[in-house]
Every structure is written in structure tokens, then in C-alpha cells.
């Protein structure tokens, strides 16, 4: 794929989303943090649901730390492995506390250094809490990069490197949010719903949808659903729009 079509991808689903954000809720890096590292397997939505109880008693890594892992397993049972990411997120709340002055650090290598967090979690948290131009390559990321020829790749650090590397500057902030919804809605596993797609035209994928029954053709869908007037009502604000500054920068 050219950059010209690269160039009109990004713009097309920059016009459909113009600032896209995480689905995971949160108020704080610390939050998004253990959010994505309990998401680890599980969906977004499963996630909100445990986070949504498990806040209001722990949000801060002394909590986490006073809670415990025995008295944190209930809260977050209902998805997988919740054992290790118990076990985990104790660690790393215990980590910052003694390395970090209880802060999120904003560096990659720091992050990487906390229990069950890898590349893909460091980039997340870099992006959305600090606003760093990293590209975080999930299971919609790598499809999408591939299918439509973006940046393929044979796994997903080399999926990352190509998308650091031919994405414009000017959309690397939010492009790993546009794959990963337009993956999520459009862009699905088993049957792309490429007739309705923004970016269908440039996408080089052989193997295109034809029109699905009861779905329009040339009727594009967003990139994800309409919030809810009770969504609506109990929206948290995006850590992006106020930046959080860690005490020690690693």
C-alpha cells in the first residue's frame, strides 16, 4: 500500500471519529493502568463492569495494597485469569508505592518493569493517559493492519514498527483508537462488514463482504455505538483532556 492511500484511510476515519478515546473507564492513569491490565483477555465491556465495583472500594495503589489479593479475587472473578491479574495488580500497586511515589511513570521501559505489563499495555497507558504517539497493536489492531494492508505483519511488534513508521504524524496520536474500533464494529473477525465501510475502496483485502442481508450497502457505520442517554449520564472524563504528570518522569 502507498502513502497516498494511507494518508486517505486516516482521513476518512478521522472524519467518522474525530476524537476517539479508550472504552475502558477511568479517571486517572492509575485507573486506566489496572484497566487494561485486567483486560488482558477479556472485553472492554467485562472490564467496565468489575472496574465499576471495584473503584469506589480500591482506586489508588495503597488501597490495592490495604485490599489485598485474597479480597480483590471477588471483585474481579468474573473474568479470566483473574487469579494472576489479582495477583498482579497487588504487585504493581506495591511497586509504585516504594519506586514510584504511588505514580504512574510515563516512560516505557518503567512500565514494562510493573507486573503483567507488557509492550501492548505500556502503550495504551502511554497514549491515553500522557498523551504519547504510541500505537498499541491488539487483536483488532493486527487484523485490521493486515487485512486492509496498512502494515502487515507476522506479529504484533512488527505490525507496531510498520504503523510507527508509515502512519502521518499528524494521525499517530489516535491511530491505534481508529483500528481498534474500526476493528471492533466494521472491521470483525468473521464476517467484515465491508459494505459498509468508510475505507472500504482503499482497503486492499481480496476476500471483500458482499452486501449481507438486512444490512444497506454504501450506508457507513460509525466506528462505534451511540452512547446511551444512561452511558451519557455516567461518562467519566478522558484523562487526555487533562494531561496527568507523573512526580517522576523515569
Not at 29 to 42: D, G, I, T
Not at 165 to 188: M, N, S
Request: charged share 25%.
Amino acid at each position: 500500500m502507498n502513502q497516498t492511500k494511507r494518508q486517505q484511510i486516516f482521513e476518512r476515519l478521522r472524519a467518522a471519529n474525530p476524537d476517539p478515546e479508550t472504552e475502558l473507564k477511568h479517571q486517572t492513569p492509575f485507573e486506566l493502568l489496572v484497566a487494561v491490565v485486567l483486560s488482558a483477555q477479556a472485553t472492554d465491556k467485562s472490564v467496565n463492569k468489575v472496574t465499576e465495583r471495584l473503584y469506589p472500594v480500591a482506586n489508588t495503589p495503597a488501597r490495592f495494597v490495604e485490599l489485598g489479593i485474597d479480597r480483590l479475587i471477588p471483585y474481579i472473578s468474573s473474568i479470566g485469569l483473574f487469579n494472576m491479574k489479582a495477583k498482579n495488580v497487588v504487585a504493581l500497586s506495591e511497586i509504585l508505592l516504594r519506586d514510584h511515589d504511588g505514580e504512574v511513570p510515563r516512560d516505557r521501559d518503567a512500565l514494562e518493569k510493573l507486573p503483567g505489563v507488557g509492550r501492548k499495555t505500556a502503550n495504551v497507558v502511554m497514549n491515553v493517559a500522557f498523551g504519547e504517539p504510541t500505537i498499541a497493536v491488539d487483536t483488532h489492531v493486527f487484523r485490521v493492519a493486515n487485512r486492509t494492508g496498512i502494515a502487515p505483519g507476522q506479529d504484533p511488534l512488527e505490525v507496531e514498527l510498520r504503523l510507527v513508521k508509515f502512519t502521518p504524524d499528524e494521525f499517530r496520536l489516535h491511530a491505534h483508537h481508529w483500528l481498534i474500533l474500526h476493528g471492533r464494529y466494521v472491521c470483525v473477525a468473521r464476517v467484515p462488514k465491508c459494505p459498509q465501510c468508510v475505507i472500504a475502496d482503499l482497503c486492499e483485502f481480496r476476500h471483500k463482504t458482499r452486501a449481507l442481508p438486512g444490512m444497506p450497502a454504501l450506508q457507513s457505520l460509525p466506528l462505534k455505538p451511540p452512547l446511551t442517554e444512561r452511558a451519557k449520564a455516567t461518562a467519566t472524563p478522558r484523562t487526555r483532556k487533562r494531561p496527568v504528570t507523573s512526580s517522576r518522569d523515569g
